[in-house]
């Protein structure tokens, strides 16, 4: 058994979003374009309405998965099939835009925090132009392990002997929230062949020899383990892993498809209004 080290730290960078949304953003950014399969992350959080109450108006994706997991605050999710999403205080919610969507996410509050993570999960070539799927999941339906001060949410994927209930079959993601209570210790088998980061949010923790420190992802290096441990003031983190796709990445904003050709036909069909193909098939607990 080997564990993985940190091979990258990279510091959030603040970018405006949708009608003027704060995010602080780690994956997409120049330092790290994309961590196959993972394509953009953004961390928002902030009790000042003024950075957040524009919310994300209609707009469209094709090409990736969405994956918002809510900490803090109520957010209305739309699409352009009739869905209709109440995103709460620990829910979430897995949308493959597939071949196209059109959404808005709108806050549901107009003082108080506002916190959470969305993810952007590639999809392979083939999956890239399928009918859109969406699951949504209540805080209640996303299960816990705890124990020794160590509590573990576990949104996708398994931990020890709890499986998490939103299913990404095409990456394969595991999705874990990390509480740590004091000075402890996590550790979790994760083989090389998954790509792998860390993004500590509460407190600050280490990993081997590296200080991890709030707002900051660690890329994981190859091992088959992971160890993450906090001093006596405890940490909150996300670990997050997926199965990479190896297939050439191109993006413009909201379209990421594998050539240039697609992404012209992606803005052609967005102009033209066919951006929206074929239904969505929901899930929801
Ligand atoms: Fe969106």
Redesign the pocket.
């Known amino acids: 058994m080997s564990n993985r080290s940190v091979e990258k730290l990279v510091h959030a960078r603040a970018v405006t979003e ?1 009608a003027g949304v704060t995010a602080h953003r780690t994956i997409g950014t120049p330092a790290l374009p994309n961590l196959d399969p993972f394509l953009m992350l953004d961390h928002f959080g902030s009790d000042n309405p003024d950075e957040y109450i524009a919310g ?1 108006p209609d ?1 469209p ?1 094709r090409g990736f998965i ?1 994956f918002t997991y809510m900490l803090d605050g109520h957010m209305l999710h739309q699409d352009s099939m009739g869905n209709k999403g109440d995103l709460k205080s620990g829910g979430a919610q897995w ?1 493959k ?1 597939a071949s196209g ?1 059109i ?3 709108m806050p549901q509050q107009s003082a108080g925090l506002m916190r959470g993570f ?1 993810l952007w999960i590639n999809l392979p070539a083939s999956e890239k132009m399928t009918a859109p799927a969406y699951q949504e999941f209540s805080p209640e339906a996303i299960p816990v392990s705890s124990g020794d001060g160590v509590t573990v949410k576990v949104l996708a994927g398994r931990y020890a002997d709890v499986t998490g209930p939103i299913k990404d079959p095409h990456t394969d993601v595991q999705y874990l929230d990390v509480t740590l209570d004091g000075a402890r210790t996590f550790t979790h088998t994760l083989y090389s062949n998954r790509q792998a980061f860390v993004y500590v949010f509460e407190g600050e923790a280490t990993l081997e020899d590296y200080g991890l420190p709030k707002h900051t992802l660690a890329v994981l290096g190859t091992g088959d383990t992971v160890r993450i441990s906090a001093s006596g003031g405890g940490a909150r983190f996300i670990l997050v892993s997926g199965r990479p796709i190896g297939e050439p990445i191109e993006q413009y904003g ?1 379209f990421v498809m594998n050539s240039q050709a697609e992404i012209q036909q992606a803005m052609a069909d967005y102009r033209d209004g066919e951006l929206v193909q074929r239904k969505a098939t929901v899930t929801a607990a």
Request: no cysteine; glycine share 8%; hydrophobic share 30%.
């Open positions: 949708g994300f707009h994706h969405t949308m835009a969507v959404h808005s996410e969305q909201p």
